[in-house]
Each structure stands twice: as structure tokens, then as C-alpha cells.
């Protein structure tokens, strides 16, 4: 068993940066790919970003290529997402997940463990 515990959130101005903390306890977090997915009022989950055990290999929806930045810290079971030059439409609640794999999945279905999400609001 997981449990996955997102901070960072917040309300912040267009243009403005945020950087999301996914803090994971329970089993040996380094053999777990890590997601990140948002959910916008009205819309369905969507992936943001995900990062397999070796950090060098992440991937990134095109609506955030270039912004975000995933990223994770195996010795602080820590898995971070940096959000620069945010958008009215990066609006959502955003959630971590861990899947039991080496290797990320960029469908939710591929995640067995969800963090409660935290809301990130971006003014215009």
C-alpha cells in the first residue's frame, strides 16, 4: 500500500509559477512510476505529466510541454511538479498517482495508488 499526499496548490495570477509536492509513504517509493493528472470543472481527468523510476525518462502532455517540469527525489519519497508561466486553463484540481511499474503509463487506468489532490486556481 501507498499513500500519496499532494501540496502546493494555491491561487496564483496568470504567468505566475507554482510548484506542486507529492510526498508517497508505505512501500519502496523508487520502484513506482509516478503521475501527475488534473481535473478541470466539467471535464474529465486528464495526464499532466509522468516520470518513470529513472528520472530521466518523463513524459508531458503537449498543453504543458515547455511550462511544467516533472521531477522526483527517491531519497525524500518526493515527487514534484514545477509549473511555470501558468494559464487561466491550468485551472484543476491536480492529483498524484503511483503505479506499481518501472516504467510510467500516460493512461490512469495504468495507476494503482491516488493521492486527494490539491487545487490549483490560475486568474486572469
Known amino acids: 500500500q501507498v499513500q500519496l499526499v499532494e501540496s502546493g496548490g494555491g491561487l496564483v495570477q496568470a504567468g505566475g509559477s507554482l510548484r506542486l509536492s507529492c510526498a508517497a509513504s508505505g512501500r519502496t517509493f523508487s520502484n513506482y512510476a509516478m503521475g501527475w493528472f488534473r481535473q478541470a470543472p466539467g471535464k474529465e481527468r486528464e495526464i499532466v505529466a509522468a516520470i518513470s523510476w529513472n528520472p530521466g525518462n518523463t513524459y508531458y502532455a503537449d498543453s504543458v510541454k515547455g511550462r511544467f517540469t516533472i521531477s522526483r527525489d527517491n531519497a525524500k519519497n518526493t515527487v514534484y511538479l514545477q509549473m511555470n508561466s501558468l494559464k487561466p486553463e491550468d485551472t484543476a484540481v491536480y492529483y498524484c498517482?503511483?503505479?506499481?511499474?518501472?516504467?510510467?503509463?500516460?493512461?490512469?487506468?495504468?495507476?494503482?495508488?491516488w493521492g486527494r489532490g490539491t487545487q490549483v486556481t490560475v486568474s486572469s
Open positions: 498517482a503511483a503505479a506499481t511499474s518501472s516504467y510510467y503509463y500516460m493512461s490512469q487506468a495504468g495507476y494503482d495508488y
